[in-house]
């Protein structure tokens, strides 16, 4: 069994998408402990969006059961056109290697209209993707017709050249009643 972490460090001033929260980390300390104290988004790194996020549902990441965010996982890219069997996909772009570049958050490849919509008819539960968002630069289309079916989104995932086409996926957020959660992802492969 190999375990594969697909998730980005939260770290002080880490890059955050456009407009978000800068992200803070102070650590205070006296002789007996040592106490960290973060500022930061919820849309911060490698993080889970609900459908609350674009007002289409009151369902906030606390109300999504633990079932909904493990499965089987399947690789695909913006130009599958199959969809195989499984409970959660994942979008490998590559764009995940221009993270800590200026241009990482300018000109990403979203998932296209009718790759979203098989995966709609294919009642995944969840897409992730290593890109900033499952939408291109300034469109919220995609969003929309996920969330709206109740099908979670996770942005900002790394490592997928890691992984086989199929392996067990893990999502792990915060159970915070908020329309996004950083989380721990993660990656099981035989």
Request: glycine share 8%; hydrophobic share 40%.
């Amino acid at each position: 069994m190999k375990i594969i972490d697909l998730t980005r460090r939260i770290e002080d001033s880490m890059p955050v998408f456009p407009g978000d929260s800068p992200v803070r980390i102070r650590t205070l300390e006296d002789e007996n402990y040592v106490n960290s104290a973060m500022e930061a988004g919820m849309h911060t790194g490698t993080h889970i969006d609900a459908p609350a996020h674009v007002h289409c549902d009151d369902e906030t990441v606390d109300r999504i059961g633990l079932e909904r965010l493990t499965g089987q996982g399947f690789l695909i890219s913006p130009e599958t056109d199959k969809i195989p069997d499984g409970d959660i996909a994942v979008l490998r772009t590559g764009w995940d290697s221009k993270w800590g570049l200026e241009e990482y958050f300018k000109d990403y490849r979203g998932i296209p209209l009718g790759l979203a919509e098989k995966l709609v008819d294919h009642g995944v539960k969840g897409v992730c993707t290593d890109g900033p968002s499952v939408d291109m630069p300034g469109e919220t289309a995609i969003h929309r017709l996920l969330l709206e079916r109740g099908i979670w989104i996770v942005e900002n995932i790394k490592n997928t050249d890691l992984i086989p086409e199929r392996f067990r996926i893990f999502v792990v957020p915060l159970n915070v009643m908020a329309e996004a959660s950083p989380v721990r992802v993660f990656a099981v492969t035989d």
